[in-house]
C-alpha cells in the first residue's frame, strides 16, 4: 500500500494526557498537512510542512499542540494534557506540488474521557 | 486570504435526478479548486481538481465542476444521481503562493432517494 497512513486510527485517553500520532506521506510526497476535523464539520487545516520545515500553523494549533517532521519523511502530531475539546478525527495528507491534488489518510480518531 | 462557501448544508435528490452542489470561493491569487468526497467511515477521495487549465474539469464517477472566475465559482454536478453518491462533499480551495494552505467548506451532505 502506498498510500498516507496514519496511526494509531483510534485514540482513548484521559483527559490532561499526552498523545502522539504518527503519519508516513506517500513516499514522493515533499508537503504534509495536517488537519482536524470535528463532527458535522469539514476539516480544519492546523498545519504544513515542506520537506521538514513547518511553513505554516494555524492559530487553532495552540501551544499544547506541536508537530514536528524531523527528517521530511514520517511526521508527527503531539497533543499535550488533552483536554475533552481536543475529541476529533486528525487527518494527514501529502502532495508533491504545488499543483497537485493532496491525498489522505485515514485519520486518527482520537477521543478524550 | 483565501475562503470557501459551500452554499447548501444538505442536497437531497432522486436517483436518476441531476446533481448540482454549490461552492463559492474567495482567493487573493488565482487558486486551485477541487471537490473531495467523504464516506461514512472512508478517507477523504478526490473527485477533481482545478488548476488554472481547462474551466470544464472532469472527474471520476461521473462529476465534473466548472471553474467561472466571474462569479467565482465552482459547482459539482452530475447528470443522474446513483445511490452510491449518497455522502459528504467538500469543496476546497488552495491558494498557489505562500504556504499552499488548504481550506476546505463546511461540506454539503448529498441524500439520494430511491
Known amino acids: 500500500d502506498t498510500g498516507v497512513s496514519q496511526d494509531p486510527r483510534h485514540k482513548i485517553t484521559k483527559r490532561g494526557q499526552n498523545v502522539t500520532f504518527r503519519c508516513d506521506p506517500i513516499?514522493?510526497?515533499?508537503?504534509l498537512y495536517w488537519y482536524r476535523q470535528t463532527l458535522g464539520q469539514g476539516p480544519e487545516f492546523l498545519t504544513y510542512?515542506?520537506?521538514?520545515?513547518?511553513?505554516?500553523k494555524s492559530r487553532l494549533l495552540s501551544d499544547r499542540f506541536s508537530a514536528e517532521r524531523p527528517k521530511g519523511s514520517f511526521s508527527t502530531l503531539e497533543i499535550q494534557r488533552t483536554e475533552q475539546g481536543d475529541s476529533a478525527m486528525y487527518l494527514c495528507?501529502?502532495?508533491?506540488?504545488?499543483?497537485?491534488?493532496?491525498?489522505f489518510g485515514q485519520g486518527t480518531r482520537l477521543t478524550v474521557v | 486570504a483565501q475562503s470557501v462557501t459551500q452554499l447548501d448544508s444538505h442536497v437531497s435528490v432522486s436517483e436518476g435526478t441531476p446533481v448540482l452542489l454549490r461552492c463559492n470561493y474567495s482567493?487573493?491569487?488565482?487558486?486551485?479548486l477541487f471537490w473531495y468526497v467523504q464516506h461514512p467511515n472512508k478517507g477523504l477521495q478526490l473527485l477533481l481538481k482545478?488548476?488554472?487549465?481547462?474551466?470544464l474539469v472532469k472527474g471520476i464517477n461521473g462529476f465534473e465542476a466548472e471553474f467561472k472566475k466571474s462569479e467565482t465559482s465552482f459547482h459539482l454536478t452530475k447528470p443522474s444521481a446513483h445511490m452510491s453518491d449518497a455522502a459528504e462533499y467538500f469543496c476546497?480551495?488552495?491558494?498557489?503562493?505562500?504556504?499552499?494552505?488548504?481550506?476546505f467548506g463546511a461540506g454539503t451532505r448529498l441524500f439520494v432517494k430511491a
Open positions: 495528507a501529502s502532495s508533491s506540488d504545488v499543483n497537485t491534488e493532496a491525498f
Open positions: 513516499s514522493e510526497h515533499n508537503r
Open positions: 510542512f515542506q520537506n521538514e520545515a513547518q511553513l505554516e
Open positions: 482567493s487573493s491569487y488565482s487558486p486551485s
Open positions: 482545478y488548476t488554472s487549465a481547462a474551466t
Open positions: 476546497v480551495v488552495r491558494g498557489n503562493t505562500g504556504g499552499f494552505k488548504t481550506i
